[in-house]
């Protein structure tokens, strides 16, 4: 691809652009400097003389080719629209079954199961404070559960997301539910979610962590056994939105994410795995906020970063290594309690520069995120957005079609630069290991975060509703938290007592026995802890049992905070 | 008049199963900036826990981010306070808490719930008042 461009740059721009910039300065009076979350200045305007078209092939060049800056795959969204994968989670096994299939009815087309806090904590709902039980997400204990929340879904052709952070129990439980309906686990799609244990230790402290150390192994064996046995699954998503959310600006939250993949791939080649039998399964997860052109810049440049860094550092032969595969979600820290139904413009604006982002899957927020957890009626719209965006709005005709605009091109080029130099940062730390053991990533996330709420303080930064156009509103229409039923609960904790006196209490105390043992063997033929904890799930083993265990035996992660 | 030498002393916590604490990093962080004496703990903390650091810590105040329902516990760290002598500390509770709860809360003895958009300098201001009014009547010749 050798043609000139068509906007080569013609030889008058020079004077027009002088002249522009006369009139400019004239007219505006008092000019701003204005700069993006990622601190980058933003011109009034981008000519040609801002790209060069000496760069075309080897920066831009063309979907589905090296270095992916316009997409991944030759057709993108023209030839196969993005996964529209909501996050549900309420209340009991039952309850977040109706919501899933009333989701699935809509127009969502994968699932994603949300478990209760305390699931993600580590506990069984006979460990924690009934209050909060299925108030975040679904009480899923055991395979039981499972099998009873994904009832209906066919798993041999549903893309299946669970959020389910280190020891992947959801994955174990689900895998049985496979098991009994008598489908293939070679068959079986889907993601971990949530199996970036650096990022719980550097945003939001969630989810159950083991100490560094454990947690870093327990990922590496899931790679290594999903990889055996689970060839359409992907064990690992790198994620970036909980950085994002935690107030790391857009650029840092992509430096920071490929710094934790690079750990990620050293580790799993640390342990023999080849770059190229792993990496076509790291996916990655990203915030996309209302900061419209440079979320779309960020996703361009994660690809071309991406597509670079595995062959260059990986020597990555196959192209399935080299491409940078998200799933975006809405951001819900842009969203206002203030004008709640404002909050389907933002999530309109920021689904947009996901999609012109190019991502392979979508989660639109509720507008009622910033309230409690989303109401059916909340959750409905999200999807229809998404439905509108995709089917009425024409967005998908053209791939990557902000592409050659001189100012998303020049604004990629340099979100790239700014990535780059947080990932060598992070290098100068020792790694991300060594940076988040250390603190670095989160006191930088956590000063980012100040910064920006200076500026909302400080009016720099408009808030519709929060820092300007506020109006007063009416309390009573604002919804209230949907809480479980707890008719429904009383009777999801009898159940649950009721299985844990009646199974087999030989299997479980062998399945834990044999986990335990797996936790103390070392060297190159050593138990892979994930099998032990597929079997352990499948002998009837609670999730707060197995978590437990592995507390013990591998320590417990306590939050490296920094303030 | 607000004395000028005085500083208040407060805890910034979190309590019940829920880790996201960008709220209560950066309430800390400006608090501790405008002359606040801050003990800040990570999240994940025991009610039981949180009394005793109050105790001990001799603080005026306690404040409570929650982000993912963990409000609903306070009504038992209230009731801890008081059972462990500490009734007299004041409580705010910051994070997303619907308008039904709050109320629960304020009936519950919680002083203030902020929400999503209220100012630092607004919180700074309420916790140096409240702060004040506590500890004058810890030591109301002073």
């Known amino acids: 691809m050798n043609k000139p461009l068509p906007h080569a740059i013609p030889a008058s721009t020079g004077e027009a652009n002088v002249r522009w910039s006369a009139e400019y300065a004239a007219q505006i009076g008092d000019d701003r400097e204005v700069r993006n979350r990622s601190g980058i200045p933003i011109k009034p305007l981008y000519t040609p003389l801002d790209v060069d078209p000496a760069r075309f092939d080897a920066e831009i060049g063309f979907p589905g080719q090296p270095p992916y800056t316009r997409g991944i795959y030759p057709t993108m969204h023209r030839g196969r629209t993005w996964t ?40 069984d709902m006979d460990e924690v404070d009934a209050e909060l039980l299925g108030t975040c997400g679904v009480v899923c204990n055991s395979a039981d559960h499972m099998a009873a929340c994904l009832d209906g879904v066919d798993l041999a052709r549903t893309s299946c997301a669970m959020n389910d952070p280190s020891p992947f129990t959801l994955l174990a439980f689900m895998l049985d539910t496979a098991k009994r309906n008598g489908v293939p686990w070679n068959a079986i799609t889907g993601t971990s979610n949530q199996s970036d244990y650096l990022s719980h230790f550097v945003a939001n402290h969630m989810f159950f962590r083991l100490a560094l150390a454990g947690a870093r192994r327990v990922l590496t064996d899931h790679i290594a056994w999903c990889g055996e046995h689970l060839p359409r699954w992907n064990p690992l998503s790198v994620v970036g939105q909980h950085m994002q959310q935690a107030g790391a600006t857009p650029a840092e939250a992509l430096g920071f994410t490929f710094a934790s993949a690079i750990q990620y791939a050293d580790d799993c080649v640390a342990a023999g795995m080849s770059p190229d039998a792993i990496l076509p399964r790291f996916t990655f997860f990203f915030d996309i906020s209302i900061s419209f052109f440079e979320e779309i810049a960020k996703f361009r440049a994660g690809r071309r970063i991406w597509a670079r860094l595995t062959r260059e550092r990986y020597g990555a032969r196959d192209p399935r290594s080299w491409r940078f595969k998200f799933h975006g979600q809405t951001s819900g820290v842009d969203l206002t309690r203030q004008q709640p139904l404002n909050n389907i413009a933002r999530v309109t604006a920021q689904a947009i520069a996901g999609i012109f982002g190019g991502l392979q899957s979508l989660h639109t927020d509720a507008y009622d995120e910033a309230l409690s957890c989303p109401t059916q009626f909340g959750a409905r719209i999200a999807v229809a957005t998404q439905n509108i965006l995709r089917e009425e709005a024409h967005l998908t005709d053209v791939i990557d079609p902000l592409g050659g605009s001189y100012y998303v091109e020049r604004l990629t080029d340099e979100m790239e630069a700014k990535v780059l130099a947080v990932m060598a940062d992070v290098e100068a730390e020792g790694g991300m290991y060594r940076a988040v053991e250390s603190g670095y990533v989160q006191r930088r996330i956590g000063d980012s975060a100040r910064t920006f709420q200076e500026r909302i303080d400080s009016g720099e930064q408009t808030v519709v509703g929060v820092n300007r156009y506020a109006i007063d509103e009416d309390a009573s229409a604002r919804p209230a938290l949907a809480k479980p039923d707890p008719a429904l609960m009383d009777a999801h904790r009898a159940d649950f007592a009721r299985f844990k006196a009646q199974r087999s209490q030989d299997d479980v105390a062998r399945a834990l026995a044999a986990l335990v043992r797996a936790t103390g063997e070392t060297g190159p033929t050593r138990t892979n802890l994930f099998g032990a904890i597929v079997a352990a799930a499948a002998a009837g083993c609670t999730h707060g049992e197995i978590c437990g265990t592995l507390r013990r035996e591998l320590g417990f992660g306590h939050p490296l905070v920094a303030v | 008049m607000p004395d000028p030498a005085f500083r208040p002393k407060v805890l910034i916590t979190k309590i019940g199963l829920d880790g996201h604490d960008r709220g209560s ?111 004058a009547s810890r030591f109301p010749s002073a």
């Open chain 2, 25 to 135: 990093r950066i309430v800390a962080a400006h608090l501790r900036d405008a002359g606040v004496e801050v003990v800040y703990t990570p999240p994940w903390q025991d009610i039981g826990t949180v009394v005793k650091l109050a105790v001990e810590e001799d603080v005026d105040l306690i404040g409570v981010s929650s982000l993912a329902t963990d409000h609903l516990i306070v009504p038992k760290l209230m009731r801890a306070l008081r059972e462990g002598g500490a009734g007299d500390v004041a409580v705010i509770v910051g994070g997303i808490v619907p308008d039904t709860d709050e109320k629960m809360l304020l009936d519950a003895g919680v002083s203030r719930v902020f929400h999503p958009g209220n100012k630092l300098d607004e919180i700074a201001a309420f916790v140096h008042a409240t702060s004040a009014k506590v500890r």
């Open chain 1, 84 to 123: 529209q994968r909501q996050l549900i989670g309420l209340g009991t096994p039952a309850t977040y079954n109706a919501r899933l299939r009333d989701i699935l009815d809509q127009g969502g087309n994968a699932v994603s199961l949300i478990p209760c806090n305390s699931v993600f904590r580590g506990y």
